[in-house]
Nanobody, 122 residues
Framework: QVQLVESGGGLVQAGGSLRLSCAAS????????MGWYRQAPGKQRELVAT???????NYADSVKGRFTISRDNAKNTVYLQLNSLKPEDTAVYFC????????????????WGQGTQVTVSS
Protein backbone atom coordinates (compact mmCIF):
# COMPACT_ATOMS: atom_id res chain seq x y z
CA GLN A 1 0.00 0.00 0.00
CA VAL A 2 1.36 3.39 -1.01
CA GLN A 3 1.77 5.92 1.73
CA LEU A 4 3.06 9.47 1.60
CA VAL A 5 2.78 11.39 4.86
CA GLU A 6 3.93 15.00 4.90
CA SER A 7 4.52 16.99 8.08
CA GLY A 8 6.35 19.98 9.49
CA GLY A 9 4.41 22.89 8.06
CA GLY A 10 3.24 25.88 10.02
CA LEU A 11 2.93 29.62 10.26
CA VAL A 12 6.16 31.58 10.09
CA GLN A 13 7.19 35.17 9.52
CA ALA A 14 8.99 36.22 6.38
CA GLY A 15 12.67 35.37 6.65
CA GLY A 16 11.97 32.41 8.88
CA SER A 17 12.63 28.71 8.40
CA LEU A 18 10.79 25.41 8.45
CA ARG A 19 11.75 21.80 7.90
CA LEU A 20 9.28 19.57 6.14
CA SER A 21 9.32 15.78 6.27
CA CYS A 22 7.75 13.16 4.04
CA ALA A 23 7.59 9.54 5.13
CA ALA A 24 7.12 7.29 2.12
CA SER A 25 6.34 3.60 1.63
CA UNK A 26 9.58 1.67 1.66
CA UNK A 27 9.19 0.14 -1.76
CA UNK A 28 8.39 3.46 -3.41
CA UNK A 29 11.16 5.27 -1.64
CA UNK A 30 13.90 2.76 -2.24
CA UNK A 31 13.54 2.57 -6.01
CA UNK A 32 12.73 6.12 -6.94
CA UNK A 33 13.82 9.69 -6.96
CA MET A 34 11.62 11.86 -4.77
CA GLY A 35 10.27 15.34 -5.22
CA TRP A 36 8.59 18.11 -3.27
CA TYR A 37 5.71 19.98 -4.86
CA ARG A 38 3.64 22.91 -3.69
CA GLN A 39 0.23 24.26 -4.54
CA ALA A 40 -0.84 27.78 -3.67
CA PRO A 41 -4.52 28.79 -3.62
CA GLY A 42 -5.86 29.17 -7.14
CA LYS A 43 -2.64 27.93 -8.72
CA GLN A 44 -1.44 24.70 -10.25
CA ARG A 45 0.78 22.34 -8.34
CA GLU A 46 4.44 23.03 -9.07
CA LEU A 47 7.58 21.02 -8.54
CA VAL A 48 10.09 22.79 -6.32
CA ALA A 49 12.84 20.22 -5.67
CA THR A 50 13.93 16.71 -6.56
CA UNK A 51 16.51 14.29 -5.23
CA UNK A 52 17.70 11.08 -6.83
CA UNK A 53 18.44 7.87 -4.98
CA UNK A 54 22.10 8.85 -5.11
CA UNK A 55 21.50 12.32 -3.72
CA UNK A 56 21.64 14.48 -6.85
CA UNK A 57 19.38 17.48 -6.32
CA ASN A 58 17.55 19.91 -8.54
CA TYR A 59 15.55 23.03 -7.67
CA ALA A 60 13.07 25.37 -9.22
CA ASP A 61 14.58 28.81 -9.83
CA SER A 62 12.12 30.35 -7.37
CA VAL A 63 13.56 28.42 -4.42
CA LYS A 64 17.18 27.89 -5.47
CA GLY A 65 19.57 28.98 -2.74
CA ARG A 66 16.81 29.03 -0.10
CA PHE A 67 15.44 25.48 0.00
CA THR A 68 17.41 22.27 0.49
CA ILE A 69 16.10 18.79 -0.24
CA SER A 70 17.65 15.75 1.41
CA ARG A 71 16.76 12.12 2.08
CA ASP A 72 17.40 9.52 4.73
CA ASN A 73 17.25 6.17 2.98
CA ALA A 74 17.29 4.26 6.26
CA LYS A 75 14.14 6.06 7.39
CA ASN A 76 12.38 6.18 4.00
CA THR A 77 12.04 9.90 4.54
CA VAL A 78 12.69 12.93 2.37
CA TYR A 79 13.11 16.39 3.85
CA LEU A 80 12.78 19.93 2.61
CA GLN A 81 14.56 22.67 4.55
CA LEU A 82 12.94 26.02 3.85
CA ASN A 83 15.02 29.08 4.68
CA SER A 84 14.55 32.79 4.01
CA LEU A 85 10.87 32.20 3.52
CA LYS A 86 8.78 34.69 1.57
CA PRO A 87 5.02 35.26 1.56
CA GLU A 88 4.91 33.83 -1.97
CA ASP A 89 6.12 30.50 -0.56
CA THR A 90 2.73 30.10 1.12
CA ALA A 91 1.22 26.86 -0.17
CA VAL A 92 0.39 23.29 0.67
CA TYR A 93 3.51 21.20 0.20
CA PHE A 94 3.38 17.62 -1.07
CA CYS A 95 5.90 14.92 -1.85
CA UNK A 96 5.79 12.21 -4.48
CA UNK A 97 8.07 9.79 -6.22
CA UNK A 98 9.30 11.29 -9.49
CA UNK A 99 10.85 10.10 -12.72
CA UNK A 100 12.72 11.88 -15.47
CA UNK A 101 11.33 12.21 -18.99
CA UNK A 102 13.79 14.10 -21.15
CA UNK A 103 14.64 17.08 -19.00
CA UNK A 104 11.38 17.11 -17.06
CA UNK A 105 10.60 15.47 -13.76
CA UNK A 106 7.11 13.98 -13.55
CA UNK A 107 5.14 12.64 -10.60
CA UNK A 108 5.13 8.85 -10.58
CA UNK A 109 2.05 8.29 -8.45
CA UNK A 110 -1.51 9.39 -9.03
CA UNK A 111 -1.91 9.15 -5.26
CA TRP A 112 -1.08 12.27 -3.21
CA GLY A 113 -0.85 12.58 0.54
CA GLN A 114 -2.68 15.24 2.54
CA GLY A 115 0.19 17.68 2.25
CA THR A 116 1.41 20.11 4.88
CA GLN A 117 0.43 23.77 4.97
CA VAL A 118 3.14 26.42 4.98
CA THR A 119 1.99 29.97 5.63
CA VAL A 120 4.45 32.86 5.54
CA SER A 121 3.31 36.19 6.92
CA SER A 122 4.81 39.48 5.81
Amino acid sequence: QVQLVESGGGLVQAGGSLRLSCAASGRIFSINAMGWYRQAPGKQRELVATITRGGITNYADSVKGRFTISRDNAKNTVYLQLNSLKPEDTAVYFCNAVYLVGSSWLALLDYWGQGTQVTVSS
